[in-house]
């Protein structure tokens, strides 16, 4: 079997397995979400973005001195999400784009976690932080017209930083300037 190489937006080479590999989480994520209500498509999606976001970070710790790991466990010093972005982004594994990007699904998880009457994606306010959110990724929607719910709006928004966060922990991890633009964020090329 012929082996071939894929290169990713820094010119790393990577066995198309990692690609793979990636690809079969998000479409596995995606089939789970399909059946699901909002609030349950928002916090799912939101727990594998944070899992994904976790590992990119511990790979640039230092190991733990024992088995025990628990520095970025929920009730730990870096527990919460909001401090994982802010760690990810202060240690370059993030650009800014994508720190503001998961602030806003934060956010919205955090609406649909704490409400008690059944909100719903449809609703203004969720419906708009969605539009937002899917405006910031022009990779997912120039060229063609798109005519999806706010919830597969926002599932396809959570499965490319999925699969982005992903994949990328196939390749040797980097720090990133602030101001540099992941592959995410790029305008296509006609």
């Known amino acids: 079997m012929e082996s071939k190489t894929i290169n990713n937006s820094k010119g790393l080479a990577a066995n198309p397995n990692a690609t793979d590999k990636a690809l079969d989480y998000v479409q596995k994520l ?3 979400l399909k059946d699901e209500s909002d609030r349950g498509s928002v916090l799912i999606a939101t727990a594998n973005l944070e899992s994904a976001l976790k590992s990119r970070i511990e790979r ?20 919460d999400l909001i401090v994982k972005i802010e760690l990810a982004y202060r240690l370059g594994l993030i650009s800014d784009q994508l720190c503001s990007a998961l602030h806003k ?18 609703e203004n306010s969720p419906k708009d932080s969605v539009d937002d959110l899917w ?42 300037k602030a101001k540099d633009k992941e592959w995410l964020f790029a305008q296509k090329k006609n």
């Open 30 to 32: 995606r089939e789970k």
């Open 60 to 79: 640039m710790l230092a190991p733990a001195i024992n088995d025990d790991d628990t520095l970025l466990d929920i009730n730990s010093p870096l527990g």
């Open 105 to 122: 699904i934060r956010r919205l998880r955090n609406k649909f976690a704490h409400d008690e009457g059944g909100l719903s994606m449809g």
């Open 135 to 176: 405006s910031r990724f022009p990779f997912l929607s120039e060229g063609q017209e798109v005519n999806l719910s706010s919830k597969n709006k926002f599932v396809e928004v959570c499965s490319l930083v999925v699969f982005h966060l992903r994949h990328e922990e196939e390749f040797k991890v980097t720090r990133i």
